[in-house]
């Protein structure tokens, strides 16, 4: 698999010239040490006549790395053999860099909630049901998390020693009792 041609919009992502690619294999630009893994299910799906799509750690010309969403299809004779490869490339880096701090706000957000020390709980609005709650809700409802899924907030009953149960309903007053 040499390469035999590449597009401006290619050597101006890799910083490659058409002339520097020419005849030489496309791992020239990924990272060393690539996952193999999806190397060999690009070769798997290739050899099998089927197109295949990875990410793949790219390197341009002047050594900088960048994602790239990698799409590559075989082009047959007429015995259906491949013959050919079309390969497109896509600088993926901005969306891995977006989807990378979407994921850190998300394990922030969960760590926040599930250890705030007030009871928190989600609400489905169109089924009235909790899809999740806190650790601070469990304890101090005296419900395990599973089967506060299941339930509405109309199914809440408290046991007599909760100290739920003593409060009035001036959140003052709660917020001194519970120490929040």
Do not use: C
């Not at 690619?21 to 290739?46: C, E, K, N």
């Not at 050594?63 to 600088?91: H, K, Y």
């Not at 998390?145 to 959140?171: K, Q, Y």
């Amino acid at each position: 698999q040499r390469i035999l041609y590449v597009n401006p919009a290619f050597t101006r992502i890799t910083g490659f010239s058409l002339e520097a690619l020419r005849g030489r294999a496309p791992s020239v630009m990924w990272r060393r040490g690539a996952d193999r893994a999806v190397i060999d299910r690009f070769a798997g799906a290739l050899a099998a006549g089927k197109p295949a799509e990875a990410e793949i750690l790219h390197r341009r010309r002047d050594g900088s790395e960048f994602w790239g969403d990698v799409s590559m299809m075989a082009i047959g004779d007429e015995a259906a053999s491949p013959v050919r490869f079309l390969t497109m490339l896509r600088d993926a880096t901005e969306r891995r860099r977006l989807r990378e701090a979407l994921v850190e706000r998300e394990t922030t957000f969960r760590l926040l909630f599930e250890n705030n020390p007030i009871a928190m709980w989600v609400l489905d609005l169109a089924t009235q049901r909790f899809v999740e709650v806190n650790k601070r809700a469990v304890e101090l409802y005296g419900y395990s998390r599973d089967r506060f899924l299941t339930m509405a907030p109309t199914e809440i009953t408290l046991d007599e020693d909760n100290p739920l149960v003593s409060l009035g309903t001036d959140p003052a007053a709660t917020q001194d009792r519970l120490g929040t």
